[in-house]
């Protein structure tokens, strides 16, 4: 499980760059991989918690982010949904927004509004459910060097489009 999500991680996002930011962290094995083995909502809140609280008191150096799998419970993109924002939440709660931003991957990913077979929702698709913890000093710091952050979404759609769906669905043949 793990494996798969390093080679995701290195193929698809470090390899397309979608995004552009992810391959120092790759590069310096500074990237924390953590498979949560509950589905109950106690077990999910605790691995949570436990999780954030690991990046947090982590040198930012040995642990720059966090990679959060969920492989049992929310296969379901709804009930992903639900959680991730139920997660937020607890960020919110905790008053920990400024130190830590969610971002979230899941293997049906579909951005609201657009259609179903767009080649865009393979920007976040993953084979595993997964919510990234990033830390907002280090998201804030990068995006500070780059003139146009929206523009980076844009540049993923149009590197999926040039690739084609056939090429796209090879590489992520878990979000067919």
Not at 45 to 66: C, G, N, P, R, W
Not at 112 to 122: N, R
Not at 134 to 157: E, G
């Amino acid at each position: 499980m793990i494996k798969t999500t390093q080679q995701w991680l290195e193929q698809v996002v470090v390899g397309l760059n979608l995004c552009p930011f992810s391959h120092s962290v790759v590069a310096q094995n500074q990237v924390h991989y953590a498979v949560c083995d509950g589905s109950s909502d106690a077990q999910l809140k605790k691995f949570y918690v436990m999780q954030l609280e690991a990046l947090l008191d982590a040198d930012e150096h040995a642990i720059a982010t966090s990679l959060l799998i969920f492989p049992l419970g929310l296969e379901v993109f709804d009930d992903y949904l639900d959680v991730l924002d139920w997660f937020q939440q607890l960020l919110e709660q905790a008053d920990l927004t400024g130190h830590v931003q969610l971002a979230s991957f899941h293997p049906q990913y579909q951005f609201e509004g657009v259609e179903f077979d767009d080649l865009s929702h393979f920007t976040n698709r993953a084979p595993y459910p997964i919510i990234h913890l990033l830390r907002q000093a280090q998201m804030t710091k990068v995006l500070a060097q780059v003139a146009d952050p929206q523009k980076i979404y844009q540049d993923n759609i149009e590197t999926l489009n040039k690739l084609g769906r056939q090429k796209v669905e090879l590489l992520c043949p878990w979000g067919k």
